[in-house]
């Protein structure tokens, strides 16, 4: 079965930057649509930005647009996140996602290979 790793997480300043990593295991993702998704403490899952399996095409939150950037590096089987600017508001953990295909949107419910997590804590 298709495993996923996130990693890069952790403890930054507002205002500073870092770069999520989810690579897989077992497959390739080259088939594979990505999706990355968030959830703080006492909130539901929520998605953060998708990307095509070609990387065509990609999405992203209104939250996030103009400080969030996804990307794929198919031959290193790998998904990446960077995230600059970052706010108190976007603690939380940050999941990668994938599944065959690319749907309409960039839902939590549309995916289902998740991988285990990584912690991301913007405070000064």
């Known amino acids: 079965q298709l495993q996923l790793v996130e990693s890069g997480g952790g403890l930054v300043q507002p205002g500073g930057s870092l770069r999520l990593s989810c690579a897989a295991s077992?497959?390739?993702?080259?088939?594979?649509?990505i999706g990355w998704f968030r959830q703080a403490p006492g909130k539901e899952r929520e998605g953060v930005s998708c990307?095509?399996?070609?990387?065509?095409?990609?999405t992203y939150a209104d939250s996030v647009k103009g400080r969030f950037t996804i990307s794929r590096d198919n031959a290193k089987n790998t998904v990446y996140l960077q995230m600059n600017r970052l706010k108190p508001e976007d603690t939380a953990v940050y999941y990668c996602?994938?599944?065959?295909?690319?749907?309409?949107?960039?839902?939590?419910?549309?995916?289902?290979?998740w991988g285990q997590g990584t912690q991301v804590t913007v405070s000064s």
């Open positions: 996602a994938a599944r065959i295909g690319f749907p309409s949107l960039c839902r939590p419910t549309q995916y289902g290979y």
């Open positions: 077992r497959f390739t993702l080259d088939l594979y649509a």
């Open positions: 990307i095509s399996s070609s990387g065509g095409t990609t």
